[in-house]
């Protein structure tokens, strides 16, 4: 059975003057949705469109879990792994 979600407060890690502070809900130990926190008084409840898809970003089927190097030359579309 499913838990169900929880909030977490979190704060924008970019280094904006503003410090964001953000809403993270989480379900089942995972981040699946940031949102603004309006009791915020710069930002008024406003999240910049970088930070608000953070959940979808970080959970997405093509990102990169490893880093890689590109191998021929630039343009090539080839890369591997590096360990």
Known sequence: MNAPAEFARAVCPHDCPD????????KDGRAVKVTS???HPPTQGVLCTKVSRYAERTH???????P????????????EAVS
């Open 19 to 26: 410090t964001c502070a953000m809403r993270i809900t989480v």
């Open 37 to 39: 926190d309006p009791d």
């Open 60 to 66: 997405h089927r093509d990102r990169l879990l490893t």
């Open 68 to 79: 890689m190097r590109r191998v021929g030359a630039k343009g090539d579309g080839r890369f």
